[in-house]
Nanobody, 119 residues
Framework: QVQLVESGGGLVQAGGSLRLSCAASGLTFSAYNMGWFRQAPGKERDLVARINYSGGSTNYADSVKVRFTISRDNAKNTVYLQMNSLKPEDTAVYYC????????????WGQGTQVTVSP
């Protein structure tokens, strides 16, 4: 079965950095665009960054542009989110998700990893 397993979350002070990883299994990784989402308490789940199947195209939410970088290693079936200059408002559960090429929705989701940024 398909599994997306996030890791790398934790507690960090404002201005610090974290690198999230999402290891995929049970699917043809290179056939999926990948996204990172986040959900803060009481808020909706929002797209943070996405990367196309080859890694050649990326998009970011305005709130994280310049500070966050999404990347992928198709040989390792892994997508990453490098988060720099973290702010308290980045505190959320971060989820990775897989979107099969030529479909509209994200088909698979990870269980999430908590990121907490202290002032």
């Amino acid at each position: 079965q398909v599994q997306l397993v996030e890791s790398g979350g934790g507690l960090v002070q404002a201005g610090g950095s974290l690198r999230l990883s999402c290891a995929a299994s049970g699917l043809t990784f290179s056939a999926y665009n990948m996204g990172w989402f986040r959900q803060a308490p009481g808020k909706e789940r929002d797209l943070v960054a996405r990367i196309n199947y080859s890694g050649g195209s990326t998009n970011y939410a305005d709130s994280v542009k310049v500070r966050f970088t999404i990347s992928r290693d198709n040989a390792k079936n892994t997508v990453y989110l490098q988060m720099n200059s973290l702010k308290p408002e980045d505190t959320a559960v971060y989820y990775c998700a897989a979107n099969l090429l030529r479909t509209a929705q994200y088909n698979y989701w990870g269980q999430g990893t908590q990121v907490t940024v202290s002032p």
